[in-house]
Each structure stands twice: as C-alpha cells, then as structure tokens.
C-alpha cells in the first residue's frame, strides 16, 4: 500500500503506457520557457520496439515514476549486444531518463540499475536513447540555446541528480554552432588550389540513382574511423538503411560529402536538416492544419540550420599528411554546401572532450562550445 506523495517506479506495461512514456517529456517540460518539444512521431521512432533498429541488436526496458497516480518521471535500461562484444566490464546502458521534481531519479536509475544488474551487467553507463547513435548525454550547458534535431534537452537540475545518485562523469559531449560565412571559412584557413597540390583528391555528393551503395560507403568509412574511440559502437546496416529511409523526404545531394582519394572513399560526412525549425511553433503532436503546415515546409524546404551527425576519416590514413588535412578539407566543404542549401549554422557535435585533434580544428572557427552533454557512469558491485 502505497502513501501520499510516495514515489513509486514500475516498468512500462501496455500500449497505453508506452504512448504515455514516449510523449512524457513534453508534458513534463511544456511550461519550461526554452523547451521545444519534438515530434511524438519521430520520438516513437525511436522508442517503440516494433520500430526501432535498435531492438535488433539490443533489448530494453521502460519505467515510469508516479506520485499520486501522475507520471512524474520515466527512464529505460538497455543492453547492446555488441557493446558486450567489446572488452572490458560486461556495459548496460540507461536512456530517456526525464524528469522535473528531482527525488524521483535516484529511483528511476536504482530500478535501471537493477534490471540490468539481474541481467549479469557489471557497468551502466549512459544516458544513452538508445545507443551513441540516438540522443547522448544529459545535457549541462545550453538550455536556453536554439533546439536542435537528435539533441536532448534537460533541465540544469538533473545532471547533479544523477550525481547525487552514485553516479560519476565519464565524459563530456560537446556542440558547435558553426555560422555558414565568409568569415568562418576564412577562419578555417584551408590552403589556395590544396586539392590541385595534393592531386588525387575529389569531393561528391549524394547519388540518389546509387543511394544504397552510398549508404554502404557512408557506414564502413563511419565504423572504420570511429572503431575503439570511447563509447563507440558500431552502426549496423539496418540502423543506417532506417535513417536513411527516414530522411528521403529532406535529403538532398549537397549534404552528403565523400571524400576521394585516388578513387577510393576516404572520409564522409553526413549533414541533416534541422526539423525543429519547422515544427518549433506546432508542438509535438501538431492538429491536422500543423501538420499540413509542415508538409509545406518540408517541400519549401524552409530550414535554416542543421547538424552533421556523422564524420569520419579512414584509419589506414593515421599519421599522414591527409588524416592532418581532410578533416579541415570536410568543413571547409560543409561551409560552401551552405551556399547551396539555405543553412545559416550548422552544428559540429557530440564531439568527445578528450579528441583534441578535432576540437582544436573547430575551435579554430568557433572558439568555444555553445552545448554540453554529459555521460555518466557507475561499476555495479
């Protein structure tokens, strides 16, 4: 029997409650004054068991916290086969943690913790929705900054809450915005004719008459490059055959960048519209005319921003004068494709606090991050 005002944590049951635990955060955050909601349908994408590429690969776990019958906070548990495949401590994950009133994460992460702990884990790490390649980190800094699409967005009290609970940083994620100018590609300081001096060296676009074949480019340059770097793990084919699918309707040639050299696929980068852009003023479940009104943004292709969510460079270039190079050449190009597309920013992110290389290269153009997100950790006795 339960008591007034008690807290209590229960996994997800029924249809009913999944819906209630994908929408939560929306009706958690609605009064927030820099919180715009997502899509409840791109959200579901991500969630929904019957949807998810994720459950491939992985299995989960929803909870709810409830105070006198009102959800008041919710989390999953989850676990990556092929994150148990990687050496160390057996890894589980938590994700989706969201919530207002702050005494009900330390029990929304003991019951994550437990599901996991019963499945033989011996670390949980996150928050992860659902892997690296979904939203990542809680985020710390940026609150009152522009949304963002694959961003998380979290109150400034819930990273101490986690803290507070047992558990301790284990890296931080930062964001760039990058404003498409003159001036910032100036600031990068690519070399006069540098493809012409290195000779060999092409650039190219998406070919949507070969879109498989540049899917399958685009994850084998993408696991290459960032195999063995903390918290990786691996983009299976479904997963990126899934994102590509969701975004035909907004992808345009200009926003895939392959890198060439001498004919074989070197480094890639992959840049997505930003969504909220269009629907920042329709809510997260927009009326029949919202959605019409989306419909005809997303032809007009009205964005403004956007975010590359995927870059990577060949390992088998490490320690040559093009590994040094090609990165800069990746901007560079991100840059002039704004020329093309209507981007005014885009944003470099999730880049990993330790990579130096890549944040003094960035840093260069944007001196300092305008988000942080932050990863948690905790060994399990």
């Known amino acids: 029997m339960t008591t007034p005002n008690q807290i209590v944590v229960s996994a997800v049951s029924g249809a ?5 635990f994908i929408k939560l955060p929306r009706l958690l955050y609605n009064d927030q004054p820099s919180y715009v909601p997502p899509l409840d349908m791109e959200q579901r994408d991500m969630l929904h068991p ?12 929803y909870f709810l916290a409830w105070r006198n019958g009102k959800p008041i906070g919710r989390i999953s548990a989850q676990i990556d086969t092929l994150a148990l495949e990687q050496p160390g401590p057996r890894t589980g994950f938590f994700g989706a943690l969201d919530a207002l009133e702050t005494d009900c994460v330390k029990p929304l992460l003991e019951a994550a913790t437990a599901w996991l702990k019963a499945q033989g884990i011996e670390r949980i790490r996150g928050p992860w929705t659902l892997n690296p390649h979904g939203e990542s980190g809680t985020m710390i800094e940026g609150q009152m900054e522009p949304p963002m699409i694959g961003t998380g967005w979290h109150p400034a009290t819930l990273g101490p809450s986690i803290e507070q609970a047992g558990f301790s940083k284990a890296m931080d994620l930062l964001s760039y ?14 070399p006069t004719n540098l493809r012409e ?3 060999g060296i092409t650039v190219r676009g998406l070919r949507k008459d070969h879109l498989d074949e540049d899917t399958d480019i685009l994850r084998s340059i993408y696991n290459d490059a960032w195999e063995g770097t903390w918290g990786n793990v691996p983009i299976t ?22 890198v060439e050299f001498k004919g074989e696929p070197v480094a890639i980068a992959l840049v997505i519209p930003n969504i ?28 403004y921003s956007a975010r590359v969510i995927l870059l990577g460079v060949k390992k088998k270039l490490a320690g040559t004068a093009l ?28 880049v990993l606090e330790t990579n130096m290389a890549i944040r003094n290269l960035i840093e260069r153009i944007v001196p300092v991050p305008y988000k942080r997100h932050r990863m948690y950790e905790k060994l399990l006795s």
Not at 16 to 20: G, I
Not at 294 to 299: G, I, M, Q
Request: proline letters at 6%.
């Open 50 to 61: 019957r949807r998810s590429p994720f459950f491939s690969h992985g299995s989960a776990c």
């Open 276 to 303: 909220f852009d269009l629907n920042g003023d329709l809510g997260g479940a927009p009326s029949p005319v919202g959605w019409v009104k989306l419909a005809s943004r997303l032809v007009m292709h009205d964005f």
């Open 16 to 20: 009913r409650q999944l819906s209630l």
């Open 237 to 258: 084919e479904i997963e990126m055959r899934s994102l590509l699918k969701a975004l035909k309707p907004v992808l345009r040639p200009e926003q895939y960048v392959l």
């Open 197 to 199: 001096r290195l000779g």
């Open 177 to 190: 915005r990058m404003e498409t100018s003159l001036a910032a590609e100036q600031a990068n300081r690519i």
């Open 323 to 350: 590994s040094a190079i090609i990165p800069g050449l990746l901007i560079d190009e991100l840059m002039k494709r704004g020329r093309e597309l209507p981007y005014r920013t885009i944003e470099l992110g999730w």
